[in-house]
């Protein structure tokens, strides 16, 4: 899997409005997800106001409030969008090139490449998931976290931060609790979202920063204006 501009790991609704905006503009996107099946999906209805001509804007839909019509409209405008190629695999850890980032290998063999990796990896990076005396390792109900990753990129030297999530009780699903981590705030920079241990390397949603749907939404757009900033 080779060709990519740029490779963003995660389709939550970070990963997925930088890949919509950067491929719309042009550049060649690969957007990684562990499952297919929960792409953009959100955990409780989102709310406007939402950003103007935003992915999550334009698959919101006020007559259809189910999360999974939401999450078949955000996934359908992603497969039918050129440049962008939306495919499941787990990203295991990064390809490096001495201090510069070029892709990362997957838990199913084939490596996925790019010039400039992002991780959109939300809640997944040393994911713990409570439900009342349950625990399991997962990022949110029924989806794993990265442990391979995760484990890398500790041993490369990032340091995180321990945060918390709260998911309240719905019709359809049980009230839980995630731990998870995030980058430490000085790996980070701002302003350009580079991971400044290693080149070529991008965060961008939970992992950095916590926030809500619209949030996650303007902050995917703000990372797809760099980098096509950056891309000239």
């Not at 400039?116 to 713990?128: D, E």
Request: proline share 7%.
């Amino acid at each position: 899997m080779e060709g990519y501009e740029v490779l963003i790991v995660g389709a939550g609704f970070a990963g997925s409005e930088a890949a919509y905006r950067l491929a719309q503009k042009g550049v060649r996107v690969g957007l990684l997800t562990q499952s297919l099946d929960s792409v953009m999906m959100p955990f409780l209805p989102p709310r406007p106001p939402f950003p103007e001509g935003s992915l999550l804007a334009k698959a919101y839909d006020p007559g259809d409030p189910r999360l999974w019509a939401f999450h078949a409209r955000a996934k359908y405008l992603l497969e039918n969008q050129p440049n962008l190629h939306l495919f499941q695999a787990t990203a295991t850890e990064l390809l490096l090139e001495g201090d510069r980032v070029v892709g990362v290998a997957t838990w199913e063999g084939p490596p996925a490449k790019a010039p400039r990796v992002v991780l959109a990896v939300g809640s997944f990076l040393g994911a713990r998931l409570r439900m009342g005396e349950v625990e399991e390792e997962a990022g949110r109900l029924s989806e794993a976290s990265y442990p391979d990753l995760f484990l890398h990129l500790q041993a490369l030297g990032f340091r995180f931060l321990k945060r918390e999530r709260e998911v309240p009780q719905t019709p359809g699903t049980p009230g839980y609790t995630v731990s998870y981590q995030a980058f430490h705030p000085e790996e980070w920079e701002e302003a350009t979202f580079r991971l400044t241990r290693l080149k070529g390397l991008y965060a961008v949603g939970l992992c950095v920063r916590e926030g809500e749907y619209a949030l996650m939404s303007q902050e995917g757009l703000r990372l797809a204006e760099h980098l096509l900033h950056e891309l000239g």
